[in-house]
């Protein structure tokens, strides 16, 4: 069996795409082949591909757009049973050269963690040479705590044995369009241990026609996300025990933990509902908007739940999930 296999899904991106590719045939690993899936591209994505000069690269076109989880799925089903490793990697990002080493080493060091992201940095300017940046969670309790609320992992770097995923069986969900990322790693982690690396290994393209941005698909990115978050919320307390909650929010005396998991407790078995009942039907089309709306829902449940606003996790629900709010506001609404 071959060492590393990269899958790099296509569609129309020739404007990008000789960055990306460049970037991973000159990483400082070079055992490894790229399978680029062209999901029935019409600009010369062909003819790019094609001129390059390299025995490790291999091309592959849908007849005709099937989209992105489908085409994944396709290299999933080629390349999973004849590489020990995949490697993602999107036609629109960029990949520091020591990448692939990293991974490489990070995974063979660590043989009970089954996926590896890294952290990366988000661009309109891929010319940047940036210093710091937002960052992913890296630990695997976190990360599952995390991902109530966000991917949790930059897709285009993520690093995983093929092994667990032929075990598991794991696919991506060709059903969802724009989250189909977020839902494979909430089953993934649900099944085995997940990790990101702290180290920026990746710069990632914002693009406002990419997949989840574009104006044709903010509707139904908003609709699968709330349904990704709620249903990975009916599932939360047996996942992600309030014990794991506390050992990264909370510290405090026994009484007052064991007083804090049952009022947490309380607030997982009833925020689901919250999402049934507001957040399927709200006609948000912009981001701000949408999480400012979230957020007052979850100070109002706060309200009738009697859950104090000093509650930890209430504040991690705010701080991870509202990235725009505004917290006086916020503050100002809890005592009027």
């Given amino acids: 069996m071959k060492k590393l296999a990269v899958l790099m899904p296509t569609y129309n991106c020739a404007k ?15 055992d490894f082949d790229l399978y680029i899936y062209d999901d029935c591209s019409t600009d010369n994505s062909t003819e790019l591909i094609e001129n390059y000069n390299d025995d490790r690269i291999f091309y592959r076109k849908n007849e005709a757009n099937l989209g992105i989880s489908k085409t994944l799925n396709i290299g999933l089903e080629e390349l999973l049973g004849n590489y020990e490793f995949i490697a993602r990697m999107d036609a629109d990002d960029w990949a520091y050269p020591n990448r692939f080493q990293m991974q490489m080493d990070f995974m063979e060091q660590n043989p009970d963690v089954n996926l590896c992201g890294t952290q990366g940095f988000w661009l309109k ?120 909650v506390l050992e990264y ?53 706060r309200k009738r739940a009697k859950i104090s606003l000093f509650n930890p996790f209430v504040w991690f629900l705010l701080l991870t999930h509202v990235k725009f709010i505004s917290m006086p506001r916020l503050i100002k609404s809890q005592i009027n």
């Fill in 16 to 30: 990008y795409l000789s960055e990306s590719i460049d970037s991973i045939v000159n990483q400082t690993y070079s």
């Fill in 249 to 301: 929010y909370y510290e405090s005396n026994d009484s007052l933990k064991q007083n804090f998991i049952q009022k947490l407790k309380i607030l997982i078995n009833s925020f689901n509902q919250l999402f049934v009942n507001h957040t399927l039907d709200l006609q948000i089309e912009d981001k701000k908007k949408f999480n400012y709306l979230l957020a007052r829902k979850i100070v109002d449940y």
């Fill in 125 to 244: 300017n891929m010319g940047e040479s940036p210093t710091s940046g937002w960052q992913y969670p890296v630990s695997y309790n976190y990360i599952r705590l995390y991902l109530l609320f966000t991917a949790s992992f930059g897709h285009s770097s993520l690093f995983f044995r093929s092994s667990f995923f032929i075990a598991k069986k794991l696919r991506y969900n060709d059903t969802i369009k724009t989250c189909e990322d977020w839902d494979l790693w909430i089953r993934v982690s649900a099944m085995g241990e997940v990790h990101n690396l702290p180290d920026f290994l990746m710069k990632y393209r914002i693009i406002s026609t990419s997949n989840h941005r574009s104006e044709e698909n903010k509707t139904k990115h908003f609709i699968e996300r709330s349904k990704i978050i709620s249903n990975y919320w009916k599932t939360f307390d047996s996942n992600l025990s309030p014990e794991q």
